[in-house]
């Protein structure tokens, strides 16, 4: 019975691994147009949220659903965040090449590091809430702020795992297929903690 029960419960959690390198591969192959990443990205924490409520191997149904319905707005909300991050290049370029080399250049590459820092968090929160919810932009970012002001240590645990995720792929870029899956799984039930404490009700509401 003991090794059947252990049989059981490995093979469980290959059916997980395997699961989670699927989405991480369809969430590599739908980002490679790289304006498609925030879709993307939203389709894969609904799969990931689908795979724990329903502990099923459906995937590609809750995937490309989310990336359907979540694309206008986690678009709009990935491309706000690039064009800070691409400035952020260019002006690192530019100052460590001797160009422009002024106060304000590093004060403004100063104030886009901290920006970059303190959204990254925020735009893995709307990500999820976009795949989950579905209202006006204006609404999703006022409730994302909130709730990333009101459930801090889950916006710092999402800022940790995110930061770990890109730093172990910078040093192993081949970690790409496995861990983007794998860190939204680690974050997954930290957010649906704080989504499933609001109905659509008890969110703030189009205003």
Known sequence: MIKSKAGIEFVEKMNWVADLL???????????????????????????????????????????????????????????????????ILNQTLLANGFAWSWINHFSQVFLSVAILLLTPILVLTFAYVSRFEDSLKTVLKNVFVLSIAYFKQTVYVFLVISLSIFSVYLIPILIVFVPAFSFSRICPHLETIFNKHTAEDLLGDT
Do not use: D, E
């Open 22 to 88: 699927i989405i991480s591969i369809l969430w590599f192959i739908f980002s490679i147009p790289i304006v498609t990443l925030g879709a993307a990205s939203s389709a894969m924490y609904r799969a990931i949220q689908h795979r724990y409520l329903n502990g099923n191997g459906k995937i590609w149904t809750p995937f490309w659903k989310a990336f359907k319905s979540s694309f206008s707005h986690a678009t709009v909300a990935w491309l706000g965040y690039a064009f800070l991050l691409i400035i952020f």
